[in-house]
């Protein structure tokens, strides 16, 4: 047990979420319990990870989630380890918050992006319901952005989207290669601006951000086949948005090969996804908790073969990279133990906005805790 690694997870608490303050202390090492010195409050290691209060064994439960992420229905998994379905559900749930908190932490920072594509999936639910799911991906390092679920395909879906790929991206040219859906060109204008405060009054200007590049492919289909491919470079130039494509993207051509294979990777991998299969979704928030599962497993715990380097002389003759490994973002390949163990911290404490002076016991806890 380690103290230094704990944060204090309770929310009323001046240190919620600061690691390697002093305020940790081991409260009983035998049922590996912490006590907090600035709100007394006594918790579990377990505390803000989906082991908390967890009345099986440890094990069971990671084999049960690598199960579910590589599209395991749950009908089977309560049949083989003779599980309770609403325990199953409840699991997948607890690891779809775990993995969309970590999305957030970790992937969703500003970084220069360069070539992004999304997409949409069309996904059948029961009782004949029909939802959509939208994804980005970074295409340099196969990163997954980010995902969301709506009943409709409409602009909110793709605003809602753009936002989450804003908080990942910095103000650097970019391009985006999308399909022939007209709400993505709007959306991207409206979403990638900035207010320009000039110090005047009233509401500042929205400037659009420089360098955003927009290339449309539209693809003519007759019986279900490919017949023609129409490219619209819709915003910017040819020769700008070469410079900002990622070189080896589809052999000189703009496409949108690479997030086409990750909604077949999601497929495959969310068993609600799959064609003509019995384990439909009853609700949204189901495919979305079993979408941030599978995407995190893609982007921390699975190498990709077009992201290996070649090895050392006398060693390996290649060395395996995940997304997150070739964003910068993880250093090794994490094993699902430790994306469910990472511990995401709770914002940090801001002081209470109240009238009046505050008092010197107040003014000293913003001097020491408040970011």
């Known amino acids: 047990m380690n103290p230094q690694e704990i944060c204090c997870p309770i929310e009323d608490c001046p240190a919620r979420g600061q690691f390697g303050k002093g305020n940790i202390k081991i409260h009983d090492q035998k049922k590996k319990r912490y006590r907090c010195q600035v709100c007394g409050h006594a ?17 069971l439960f990671i084999t049960v989630i690598k199960l579910l992420s590589k599209g395991c229905p749950r009908q089977a998994i ?15 749930a607890r690891a779809g918050t775990q993995c969309e908190k970590l999305q957030q932490q970790l992937v ?8 992004v594509q999304a997409d949409e999936l069309r996904v059948k639910c029961r009782r004949r319901r029909v939802v959509w799911m939208a994804f980005a991906m970074q295409v340099a390092t196969r990163l997954w952005l980010a995902g969301e679920v709506a009943l409709e395909r409409n602009q909110d879906l793709i605003r809602r989207l753009l936002e989450r790929v804003k908080t990942c991206a910095l103000c650097r040219p970019m391009l985006f290669c999308v399909d022939g859906f007209a709400s993505y060109v709007s959306m991207i204008r409206e979403v990638f601006r900035e207010p320009d405060r000039d110090g005047s009054a009233g509401r500042p200007h929205l400037i659009h951000w420089p360098g955003i590049y927009i290339v449309q492919i539209v693809k003519q289909y007759v019986a279900g086949r490919v017949v023609s491919v129409e490219r ?13 494509r990622h070189k080896v993207s589809g052999g000189g051509v703009f496409n949108t090969a690479f997030i086409e294979r990750i909604n077949a990777t999601f ?27 599978s995407g995190a497993v893609y982007n921390f715990c699975t190498e990709q073969a077009s992201l290996r380097l070649p090895g050392l002389i006398g060693g390996h003759k290649y060395l395996g990279r995940t997304p997150a490994m070739a964003a910068g973002i993880a250093d090794h390949c994490w094993s ?34 408040a970011l």
């Open 108 to 115: 969703e920072r500003g970084r220069e992006l360069g070539e």
């Open 232 to 244: 619209r470079i819709v915003q910017g130039t040819a020769e700008q948005a070469n410079a900002v």
């Open 267 to 293: 497929r495959g991998h969310v068993a609600a996804l799959t064609r003509r299969g019995r384990a439909l979704a009853l609700r949204s928030q189901t495919l979305h908790q079993a979408m941030y599962l």
């Open 78 to 92: 309560v049949f083989a380890y003779d599980l309770d379905e609403r325990t199953v559900a409840d699991w997948e």
């Open 336 to 369: 699902i133990e430790e994306l469910l163990s990472y511990r995401v911290p709770l914002p940090g404490w801001q002081p209470p906005n109240k009238r009046g002076r505050p008092s010197r016991e107040m003014l000293a806890l913003i001097a020491k805790w």
């Open 43 to 59: 918790f579990s290691q377990t505390r803000g990870t989906p082991f908390y209060r967890l009345h099986h064994r440890r094990e």
